[in-house]
């Protein structure tokens, strides 16, 4: 019985050495496949690689996205100099970014009118200070909003060009011939996405997990919306709404102090930045430091009209200002009232 084991165990060995003998060639014909293809790659092909493994091996994808992003400035940067020297790109940057620019002003102004209660036309440097927070998050919003289009168009272009190049048709310079452009672009759309997905989670202090989920829940609601009748549609987006109101962080809930925390003796600036930490998300932060701005920078300490101790004032005419008061429980910090001016020449008019 011995016997017949040792003689199983010698033909099992000597068939996996001729396996490994007969693999082998295959083996090494792998490696030398890979390592051309890994040779062939560009410097952003190859982050592009690794962001997508760090994707599959890392649960958080803020590493991938910031491999993402570089990639995406060493693959895009060239073409934008070189659209830069242009004068067709030079007029087609300009009017991209003074867009932008347009919309964030006009946001800033809103934005500055909910914080105080009056027109943004009174608290000039305010508007601007508001324009600052904000410009940053909408021009790489609206950029990587614009390069994640692109590269959802960018395969059936290429697909295009394919079906073409039988008829004789040259190729187009611009587009990069590196190894397989076409493949590349799907990878760039998927970690694109995931760049835009993790931005969006930065701005609204949410996990990723759920910004995904809302923008799967808000795209699977439209397709039932469009499929339904002109009263079950309004009946449809009025619930949308509702649910997207409670959803907004601007709720009692994202500027509540936190309960467990003593108030009794801590500072102004303590508790200031207590409240600010207890705000979720970086345009509800934005509006605690815009009105924090306004008392702290753009209101007057002292003013012709009789005004709190503990208050600074704005005038907006010679009958009226914006007293700007501290205020724990008001939603932004700073409670903004709009009163008469009682001075030595105006007085106002009794109710």
Same mark, same amino acid.
């Given at each position: 019985?011995?016997?017949?084991?040792?003689?199983?165990?010698?033909?099992?060995?000597?068939?996996?050495?001729?396996?490994?003998?007969?693999?082998?060639?295959?083996?090494?014909?792998?490696?030398?496949?890979?390592?051309?293809?890994?040779?062939?790659?560009?410097?952003?092909?190859?982050?592009?690689?690794?962001?997508?493994?760090?994707?599959?091996?890392?649960? !958080?994808?803020?590493? #991938?996205?910031?491999? =993402?992003? &570089?990639?995406?400035? *060493?693959?895009?940067?060239?073409? +934008?100099?070189? %659209?830069?020297?242009?004068?067709?790109?030079?007029?087609?940057?300009?009017?991209?970014?003074?867009?932008?620019?347009?919309?964030?002003?006009?946001?800033?102004?809103?934005?500055?009118?909910?914080?105080?209660?009056?027109?943004?036309?009174?608290?000039?440097?305010?508007?601007?200070?508001?324009?600052?927070?904000?410009?940053?998050?909408?021009?790489?919003?609206?950029?990587?909003?614009?390069?994640?289009?692109?590269?959802?168009?960018?395969?059936?272009?290429?697909?295009?060009?394919?079906?073409?190049?039988?008829?004789?048709?040259?190729?187009?310079?611009?587009? !990069?011939?590196?190894? #397989?452009?076409?493949? =590349?672009? &799907?990878?760039?759309? *998927?970690?694109?996405?995931?760049? +835009?997905?993790? %931005?969006?989670?930065f701005l609204d202090d949410k996990p990723p997990e759920?910004?995904?989920?809302?923008?799967?829940?808000?795209?699977?609601?439209?397709?039932?919306?469009?499929?339904?009748?002109?009263?079950?549609?309004?009946?449809?987006?009025?619930?949308?709404?509702?649910?997207?109101?409670?959803?907004?962080?601007?709720?009692?809930?994202?500027?509540?102090?936190?309960?467990?925390?003593?108030?009794?003796?801590?500072?102004?600036?303590?508790?200031?930045?207590?409240?600010?930490?207890?705000?979720?998300?970086?345009?509800?932060?934005?509006?605690?430091?815009?009105?924090?701005?306004?008392? #702290?920078?753009?209101?007057?300490?002292?003013?012709?009209?009789?005004?709190?101790?503990?208050?600074?004032?704005?005038?907006?005419?010679?009958?009226?200002?914006?007293?700007?008061?501290?205020?724990?429980?008001?939603?932004?910090?700073?409670?903004?009232?709009?009163?008469?001016?009682?001075?030595?020449?105006?007085?106002?008019?009794?109710?």
């Open positions: 019985m011995r016997r017949y084991l040792k003689i199983a165990k010698w033909r099992a060995n000597k068939q996996f050495q001729q396996q490994q003998r007969s693999w082998q060639p295959h083996k090494t014909r792998l490696v030398e496949r890979l390592q051309a293809i890994w040779f062939n790659l560009s410097t952003a092909q190859k982050l592009y690689l690794l962001a997508l493994s760090s994707l599959i091996v890392v649960p !958080s994808g803020w590493l #991938s996205a910031t491999i =993402t992003i &570089i990639a995406l400035v *060493i693959e895009f940067w060239p073409k +934008f100099n070189q %659209l830069w020297h242009s004068l067709a790109g030079k007029a087609l940057i300009l009017i991209f970014y003074a867009s932008i620019a347009n919309f964030v002003l006009a946001g800033a102004s809103g934005i500055v009118n909910d914080v105080t209660h009056v027109s943004a036309n009174h608290f000039n440097y305010t508007h601007n200070f508001a324009t600052l927070l904000y410009l940053p998050p909408w021009a790489l919003g609206i950029t990587l909003g614009t390069l994640l289009l692109f590269q959802l168009f960018l395969p059936f272009y290429i697909f295009v060009l394919l079906l073409i190049k039988p008829f004789g048709s040259e190729r187009v310079k611009f587009i !990069s011939q590196s190894y #397989s452009p076409l493949l =590349t672009a &799907i990878v760039r759309f *998927i970690l694109a996405t995931v760049v +835009f997905i993790n %931005l969006i989670s759920e910004v995904l989920d809302n923008m799967v829940s808000t795209f699977i609601d439209s397709k039932v919306i469009a499929k339904e009748s002109g009263e079950e549609q309004q009946k449809a987006v009025e619930e949308l709404g509702e649910r997207l109101e409670q959803q907004l962080p601007g709720n009692e809930e994202s500027f509540a102090p936190s309960q467990d925390v003593n108030i009794e003796g801590d500072s102004e600036t303590a508790e200031n930045l207590r409240q600010f930490l207890d705000t979720k998300g970086y345009f509800e932060r934005s509006k605690r430091l815009i009105a924090m701005f306004a008392y #702290s920078f753009e209101a007057d300490s002292y003013s012709r009209c009789l005004k709190a101790e503990n208050s600074k004032a704005v005038e907006l005419n010679d009958y009226e200002i914006v007293q700007l008061t501290p205020d724990h429980n008001a939603e932004y910090g700073y409670r903004f009232e709009v009163i008469a001016c009682d001075s030595p020449g105006v007085t106002p008019v009794a109710k």
